[in-house]
Structures are given as structure tokens and as C-alpha cells.
């Protein structure tokens, strides 16, 4: 599967739990929409990914990869310490100038 690096460094930081490697994918105004909630600049997506990645653990295996212009979609499978592991996510990404600009996760 082809993925841009800002995406592959993204899943790595997420499966190596590095919440300041994930949210140095992120531009410093990014917003990022998860479970009900967003998240605004890089700071708070830091706090974010810190405080999730302590209570479900989870690790993404990518499934499939769809992208139109600057708008993509990552399939991945996530499992951690969370009801219902493993699940399917999908990550609707906002991409520019190699930094994510917008992440909304839907089910």
C-alpha cells in the first residue's frame, strides 16, 4: 500500500505509543474529530493521543487507502483495550505542505 510518509510516520507513532511524534505529523493549527470531540492545534492533539494511548493501547494495521486531491481515507484495523477489539476506523485525512490539517476518525 502506497501511503504519504506524513501518514506512515502517523500509524508509527501510534503503534509506538509516541504522542510527540504523532502530533508532529499535524500542522499547529490542525483539528482532529474523535469519539464526539475535537481538537485544536498540535498541543491539544498531543494530550489527546497521550491520554487515549494510556487507556486503549491501540495499534492500527492499515486495510485500504483511498485519496482525491489534498482528501483521503485511511481503512484500518485497531485493537487495543478497548470493547469491541479489534475495529474497523476509518481516518478522513486533510493533507498540505506534508502536515495533516484535519483528521476526522468515523466507525
Known sequence: ??????????????NSFDSIAYA????????????????NGKLDIQN???ESNQKYRSVMKPLEYTENGTSSI?????????????????????????????LKVTG
Do not use: R
Not at 1 to 14: C, F, G
Open 24 to 39: 508532529n505529523c499535524f500542522s499547529e493549527n490542525a483539528q482532529v474529530f474523535d469519539e464526539g470531540k475535537t481538537h
Open 1 to 14: 500500500m502506497n501511503l504519504p510518509k506524513v501518514i506512515t510516520d502517523l500509524i508509527n507513532a501510534q
Open 74 to 102: 485511511l481503512s484500518a484495523e485497531c485493537s487495543g483495550t478497548f470493547d469491541g477489539s479489534p475495529i474497523i476506523l476509518k481516518f478522513h485525512f486533510d493533507i498540505a505542505d506534508g502536515k495533516i490539517q484535519n
Open 48 to 50: 489527546w493521543i497521550e
